[in-house]
């Protein structure tokens, strides 16, 4: 009898932060490395966020606290939802957990049977068919390439539900690609969904604050408030506040999914770290000022790799409306020849030898769902941009 449950067999590391650790690894070895695979902004947690985490360390606020959060983050968060997305969730409709990960791990763990099919648009974050699996569903995988704008359609999301539909994840703007649903595009996916009363929505928000060109950001159950009982409304402050390490996600949905949820926490984690919680809401209710500049040095970023990756032969880069990763499209490169004489023959071999050619670190496509594609994540500072495009050009052209 095998010792590892037969769940592990179903899933695989997450390719993200195999790839980040991966640069970290060859760096510490002395190798000259760019990595460009992390998802995390390079920026510092603001200041008196800091200041009150160190308070409630200083204050004793280091004992255990409910499972799903304090009482205060939750109408910290709250206020959040009314203030930005036009929502009503009291504490008792609000989760607060390890990480944005953990939120979705609980949702799935709370309300997945064998047989309950999550609807997954590709390119897809890496750990949701993952996290699907582990909980006994089954990822039903949507493709929204680079001609849908990476956007899955009305009519593909209405072909995708069956009555084993559980959830459908709409993750906007997206990672990998920075995609954004508008209002008219958003509007046309809940008209749909409105027609299918089993179907829950899970809405990851977590790149919200990340848009660029007066995009307007638009969650789901406030495009369509009649699914919102339906709806899981998840969130955190790791992207938009770089609070990444501090481990904070949260979610507003319906009281019955978020005591499921509770549950699932109290018999596992218990509650998120007592000190960022106090930070947390310390970054939720503070001045929210710096988020807008902080996008717009994004945007910046956003426009010079966009440029130069589409200056690089082989390659095909749209322009996101938000987050911070390009998703360039490498069939220009399948089938050429390395100056080795290896025929790059997927997006992996392409990222691979990026990486021994250059030291650019990316995240092959297929991590992702939809080849052949990289990820670049430009959240680092422009001149490290500048100088990782120009190898990745580099490199290229020195394929037959
Ligand atoms: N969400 C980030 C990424 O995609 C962090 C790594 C992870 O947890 O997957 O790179």
Not at 310 to 335: D, K, M, Q, R, W
């Amino acid at each position: 009898m095998a010792f590892i449950a037969d769940a592990l067999g179903r899933i695989k590391p997450s390719p993200t932060i195999a790839v980040t650790s991966k640069a970290a690894e060859l760096r510490a070895a002395g190798k000259d490395v760019i990595g460009l695979g992390a998802g995390e902004p390079d920026f510092d947690t603001i200041d008196y966020v800091k200041d009150a985490g160190i308070q409630a360390i200083l204050q004793g606020k280091t004992k255990y606290t409910p499972a799903d959060g304090l009482p205060e983050v939750k109408d910290a968060i709250s206020r959040k939802f009314r203030r930005e997305n036009g929502l009503d969730y009291g504490r008792e409709n609000i989760s607060v957990n390890c990480g944005g990960k953990h939120t979705i791990y609980n949702a799935f763990v709370a309300t997945l049977n064998e047989g309950d099919e999550v609807i997954i648009p590709a390119p897809y974050w890496v750990s949701y068919p993952d996290m699907t699996l582990l909980a006994g569903g089954t990822p039903v995988i949507v493709e929204a390439g680079i001609e849908n704008g990476f956007k899955m359609s009305a009519a593909q999301l209405e072909a995708a539900i069956t009555p084993s539909t559980k959830w459908v994840v709409i993750n906007s703007p997206s990672n990998p690609t920075g995609a954004a649903y508008s209002y008219d595009e958003m509007k046309k996916l809940t008209d749909v969904l409105l027609n299918y009363p089993h179907v829950w929505i899970f809405a990851d928000d977590i790149y919200e604050h990340i848009v660029y060109d007066g995009f307007q950001f638009y969650t789901p159950a406030a495009v369509e408030p009649k699914l919102k009982d339906r709806t899981l409304t998840m969130n955190g402050v790791a992207k938009a506040y770089a609070m990444t390490g501090w481990r904070i996600g949260y979610a507003g949905g319906p009281e019955e999914l978020i005591s499921a949820m509770r549950k699932v926490q109290s018999q596992s984690t218990s509650n998120p770290c007592s000190i960022s919680q106090i930070a947390t809401i310390a970054a939720l209710d503070g001045d929210q000022g710096y988020l807008q500049v902080r996008a717009e040095a994004f945007k910046k970023r956003r426009d010079l790799v966009v440029e130069m990756i589409n200056n690089v032969p082989g390659l095909e880069c749209p322009t996101p409306e938000g987050a911070f990763y390009v998703y360039p499209s490498c069939a220009g490169l399948i089938g050429k020849v390395t100056p080795d004489g290896k025929t790059l023959e997927s997006d992996l071999d392409v990222s691979t030898y990026l990486l021994e050619s250059v030291g650019v670190a990316v995240v092959h496509g297929e991590a992702f769902g939809l080849s052949p594609h990289f990820r670049i994540s430009y959240a680092t500072s422009d001149d490290i941009l500048v100088e990782a495009c120009t190898r990745i050009k580099t490199a290229c052209e020195a394929l037959k």
